[in-house]
């Protein structure tokens, strides 16, 4: 079955701590993946796209990567703002083509 | 760019009644928008794509006439859920892709809480 899978579930950090997310995928045929940041109560906000392996994307702080099984969204000195839930979405090649599969996403917390 | 607005933002609706919500792409064309349901502390579930001036696709197990959905112009599409009771309670969201290309990134409204007494 095809799968989405986001570790860890909830991450706890410092002011300043950077860390890593990961975004593991059992999907043949991947098309593009999607890093998401969504904030209690409001819609999903797009962040990166990714399309091959090796391929890299920044932003501020976050920094996306992704190899044929994963994807790492890596955070450097977060900030109390960079506080949320981080999804990854995957959109493959299959019978339901136009259809992104999710993963159940990381709640991150930055602590000052 | 690729703004998508979603209302209501909440509705407090008696059971039985019908809600509507409408989600509109405000500076681009979306030929195909999708609506999402999402319960508290999980991830994003596809209910349903949405074609502009055709028939919308609807996931497994969603019951196509408790959830009508209507793409009648480029920028909008309203989900209608109908003769709503208390399980139909959840967080709506919709999005829409810029371009033609199926692989591009889907942009999301803010969502509509929903919540039947």
């Known amino acids: 079955e095809d799968q989405v899978t986001q570790s860890p579930e909830a991450l706890r950090l410092q002011e300043g701590e950077s860390s890593s997310l990961n975004c593991s995928y059992t999907?043949?045929?991947?098309?593009?993946l999607f890093w998401y940041r969504q904030d209690p109560g409001k819609g999903p906000e797009f962040l990166f796209t990714l399309y091959s392996a090796g391929e890299e994307k920044e932003k501020e702080r976050l920094k996306a990567t992704l190899t044929k099984k994963e994807s790492f969204l890596h955070i450097t000195a977060p900030k109390p703002e960079d506080s949320a839930t981080y999804l990854c979405?995957?959109?493959w090649g299959g019978g339901g083509y136009n259809k992104l599969i999710f993963g159940a996403g990381t709640r991150l917390a930055v602590h000052p | 760019g690729a703004v998508v607005s979603q209302h209501p933002s909440w509705v407090i609706c008696k059971s039985g009644t019908s809600v509507k919500i409408e989600c509109r792409s405000l500076?681009?064309?979306?030929?195909?928008m999708f609506w999402y349901r999402q319960f508290p502390k999980q991830s994003l579930m596809l209910m349903a794509t949405?074609?502009?001036?055709?028939?919308?696709?609807?996931e497994q197990g969603v019951e196509k006439d408790k959830f009508l959905i209507n793409h009648a112009s480029l920028t909008l599409s309203t989900l209608t859920v109908t003769s709503a009771h208390p399980e139909d309670s959840s967080f709506y969201i919709c999005?829409?892709?810029?371009?033609?290309?199926?692989?591009?990134?889907?942009?999301f409204g803010d969502g509509t809480r929903l919540s039947i007494l």
């Open positions: 979405a995957v959109h």
């Open positions: 949405s074609n502009e001036g055709s028939k919308a696709t609807y």
């Open positions: 999907v043949s045929g991947l098309r593009g």
């Open positions: 999005s829409a892709r810029v371009g033609g290309a199926r692989n591009q990134p889907q942009h």
């Open positions: 500076d681009f064309q979306a030929t195909t």
